[in-house]
């Protein structure tokens, strides 16, 4: 697992569940994705039984359909709120960037791009969300 920042197994549940609720927008949906990725995810790494495979963890985390961002009941506000109200796939590869858990390297193969893509989504989200916030500063 090369290109992972020095993270602890807690650190990586703590940033997973932060990642499931921007993507979901509801504390009990993000608690029940997390309970899924987990046991779905629980294989461990070959050689060593002792350590588990967080790459996986996002991977699994990621197949997990997330609502419309539109949805109209959420538990955010602010930031989170607003990443919440991103498109996929820009809303997951912004937040996973910002949870700074994973080179970007390792977060292009997580989410399946080339670095060229990603950069470009994370640079699309930037700007959706700097008109966010520039709609809500003249609201």
């Known amino acids: 697992m090369t290109g992972l920042n020095s993270v602890s197994a807690s650190e990586h549940i703590q940033a997973l569940y932060r990642l499931l609720l921007v993507r979901t927008g509801q504390r009990t949906q993000a608690e029940q994705a997390l309970r899924e990725t987990l046991t779905e995810s629980l294989q461990p790494i070959p050689g060593d039984p002792s350590k588990a495979d967080f790459v996986e963890f996002y991977r699994t985390a ?4 997330a609502p419309a961002s539109e949805a109209p009941e959420t538990d955010l506000a602010g930031w989170p709120l607003a990443l919440h ?6 809303r997951s590869a912004i937040t996973l960037f910002y949870l ?9 193969e997580i989410l399946g791009l080339d ?3 990603l950069a470009r989504l ?17 609201a």
């Open 62 to 65: 990621l197949k997990i359909p």
């Open 85 to 90: 109200h991103l498109p996929e796939p820009e």
């Open 100 to 108: 700074e858990i994973f080179s970007p390297l390792v977060l292009s």
């Open 115 to 117: 670095l060229e893509e």
């Open 122 to 138: 994370i640079a699309a989200a930037r700007k959706s969300l700097e008109r966010q916030q520039t709609k809500s500063t003249t």
